[in-house]
């Protein structure tokens, strides 16, 4: 759910949760101080880049790198309600674009970004069910819900997915749940 920006080298980091499920990280509260921090490859820094106004990037959110226009589309994360968000790394700048239709907000979940068809892809939910696969079309700032016959197990699947450039194919692994407390 972090990005890396190839253009410029980049690992781009968002806050995630600290202090939960009994450990802690110091450098977890540090880095959550802002809405992004990148890590420079080639000179190994961390900046805290600080853009402002910032929204509530939430843990456990779904981010896609979009390679044509050189952004991150954010969307989700558990107990957010921001919506689709977009950062800009040239500028340093978050922008929300408000399409008027949006899936339902969510914990978890992925998305990425289709190279063939210049859309953002986005599936699953880690405590909910969403029957729909996502896309977004970041030039007519449009959401649409597909459905197509054959899909993986949408109920609470902790779904990750991925393009894959070769085959111009959105490859998804989900989590099955067989019964309570059984997964496969």
Not at 26 to 38: A, F, G, K, P, T
Not at 161 to 166: F, I, R
Request: charged share 20%; aromatic share 16%.
């Amino acid at each position: 759910q972090h990005v890396f920006d190839s253009v410029r080298g980049l690992y781009i980091r968002f806050p995630a949760f600290s202090g939960n499920h009994g450990w802690q990280w110091w450098r977890e509260i540090y880095l959550n101080d802002s809405s992004i921090w990148v890590y420079d490859l080639e000179s190994n820094v961390w900046r805290n880049r600080q853009p402002l106004p910032a929204p509530h990037v939430a843990p456990l959110r779904c981010a896609a790198w979009d390679w044509d226009r050189e952004t991150v589309v954010v969307f989700g994360g558990e107990g957010s309600s921001e919506g689709t968000v977009i950062y800009d790394p040239y500028r340093n700048e978050w922008t929300w674009p408000k399409p008027s239709v949006q899936p339902a907000f969510r914990s978890g979940g992925q998305m990425t970004y289709d190279l063939t068809q210049r859309i953002h892809v986005l599936f699953g939910a880690q405590f909910s069910e969403d029957p729909y696969t996502w896309v977004y079309d970041p030039k007519g700032n449009r959401w649409e819900a597909r459905r197509s016959e054959l899909m993986p197990p949408t109920n609470q699947n902790d779904a990750v997915v991925t393009y894959d450039p070769w085959h111009g194919v959105i490859l998804a692994i989900v989590k099955i749940s067989e019964g309570e407390g059984e997964n496969l």
